[in-house]
């Protein structure tokens, strides 16, 4: 029962219908947010029953997405309304209904333990974002909306491909055809070894399009850098972490069936292709909101270079996922603050912004050496516990590149940062109004707390979960 509870949000997109004022409207976010995090929390404290005949469960690695996923959210949720409010000369109806549907939709996802239902979620939460993007109603956000549904329809479709792949895997041995995790992980060393191989390729390109992974990336640069900081924010977080955790599942029973080598190669090497190509086009980016893309496209492939490596790389790139999204939230939502500030996301007409918008500015710096891996914060533990398998594995080729890259997205995001951060602004612009209130600045700074914190110190309760969602169909 109460896992049926946590897909109940989006009944509160109704009201966001009814209600006439847009101001109004947009405060249905904030207790969205905080019934969607009282309900996870629920769920995870009291160990929910399965529901829907086992189609809904929720094992250490739900748990562990779920919760995330609605901090994550509640934070989001908090900005939304002094944003909307700023942007009163735009419909908001739309925007703040698809907002509430979206935690409904994504728990779907993390709750899924049929694989059909699983993929039926994440084509929803696609066309539930992709209203959002299209919010600032201009050619460019049009474009970006046409891409991001087109290229992510040819990823879902792949994986809806490698999902009938992996049911033929069954009926080719005579078994009973299943799409339940748990029938699945029972009979997987009986499954047909060619046609798990295939169907595992063909959902790890699919849903791989959806994180963002290299090269599928192409609808990331162009969405993220056209939706609003809040949006992106989401999508960098919790989009593509419903992405990672479909991958996740069929690799598991890849695991389960011994083929866990032929996936681990695989993961290694789109993992390293997506920090080489992330860095190749962070050099001397001239936007930098794109560059936050591009940014993603790094984190995403350290996440699925850490679950390649296996071992404790597995620890590593599930608490990376935590690390990533904390500093995402920074990092979006900061420059969401400049980009209103300056009108524009270009860093040769950005500068000076430590004199503009001063608290936005400092956070997003302090959110640029996060994302970079420097310490004390989260992302230097993460990427440092991954590297530590690869040196101590002997994998030093593995090493090398990782180092490379890292250094190379360091100095081509320093010189785009700061050139956005330091100098004079521009002479004919004045300080904008209310630029920087309260509820634009708060949850920032929460996010920047989370991500020093967890680089300082991983409360045992959660490292427990992580250690426990790591060993999850991993030997």
Not at 97 to 115: E, Q, Y
Request: contains cysteine.
């Amino acid at each position: 029962m109460l896992l049926a509870l946590i897909l109940v949000t989006p009944a509160l997109a109704g009201l966001a219908f009814a209600l006439p004022s847009g101001k109004d409207r947009a405060w249905l976010l904030p207790l969205g947010g905080a019934l969607n995090l009282f309900l996870a929390l629920a769920a995870i404290f009291f160990d929910a029953a399965p529901a829907a005949e086992g189609w809904l469960a929720l094992d250490p690695l739900g748990k562990l997405f779920l919760g995330f996923g609605a901090v994550l959210f509640a934070l989001l949720s908090i900005y939304a309304p002094a944003y909307l409010h700023l942007r009163a000369e735009r419909p908001n109806r739309v925007m703040v209904a698809c907002l509430l549907v979206f935690p409904g939709i994504t728990n779907a996802v993390l709750l899924s333990h049929h694989l059909g239902l699983m993929w039926v979620a994440l084509e929803a939460s696609t066309l539930a974002t992709a209203p959002m993007i299209y919010f600032n109603r201009n050619a460019r956000s049009l474009e970006a909306v046409w891409k991001y549904l087109l290229i992510g329809s040819v990823g879902i479709a792949l994986a809806l491909l490698g999902s009938l792949f992996l049911a033929y895997a069954e009926l080719h041995e005579n078994l009973v055809a299943s799409l339940r995790l748990e029938d699945l992980e029972r009979i997987a060393p009986s499954l047909s070894r060619p046609w798990l191989r295939t169907a595992f390729v063909l959902t790890f390109i699919g849903y791989g399009t959806k994180m963002g992974l290299a090269p599928m990336h192409t609808w990331k640069p162009d969405a993220y850098g056209e939706a609003p900081g809040l949006v992106g924010a989401l999508l960098a977080g919790s989009m593509t972490s419903c992405a990672f955790l479909a991958v996740l599942r069929f690799f598991h029973l890849c695991v389960a069936a011994g083929e866990a080598a032929f996936a681990r190669e695989l993961m290694v090497g789109f993992g390293l292709l997506s920090m080489g190509v992330a860095a190749a086009f962070m050099v001397k980016q001239h936007d930098y909101k794109r560059l936050l893309a591009y940014s993603s496209v790094e984190h995403m492939g350290i996440l699925v270079l850490g679950m390649g490596l296996g071992g404790n790389a597995t620890f590593g790139s599930l608490l990376h996922l935590l690390n990533n999204g904390m500093t995402k939230g920074v990092l979006f939502l900061s420059a969401a603050n400049i980009h209103r500030a300056y009108a524009t996301k270009s860093v040769e007409e950005t500068r000076g912004a430590l004199r503009l918008v001063p608290w936005s500015a400092s956070l997003f710096l302090l959110g640029f050496i996060a994302i970079t891996g420097s310490p004390p914060f989260g992302p230097f533990v993460s990427e440092f516990t991954i590297l530590e398998v690869a040196v101590r594995e002997g994998r030093y080729v593995v090493t090398a590149l990782f180092l490379t890259f890292l250094l190379i997205i360091f100095v081509g995001m320093s010189s785009t940062v700061l050139s956005v951060v330091q100098g004079k602004p521009p002479a004919h612009l004045e300080r904008p109004h209310r630029q920087e209130s309260f509820l634009l600045l708060a949850p920032i700074v929460i996010f920047l707390a989370c991500s020093l914190g967890l680089g300082l110190y991983l409360p045992p309760p959660l490292e427990a979960l992580l250690r426990e969602a790591a060993g999850v169909g991993v030997p």
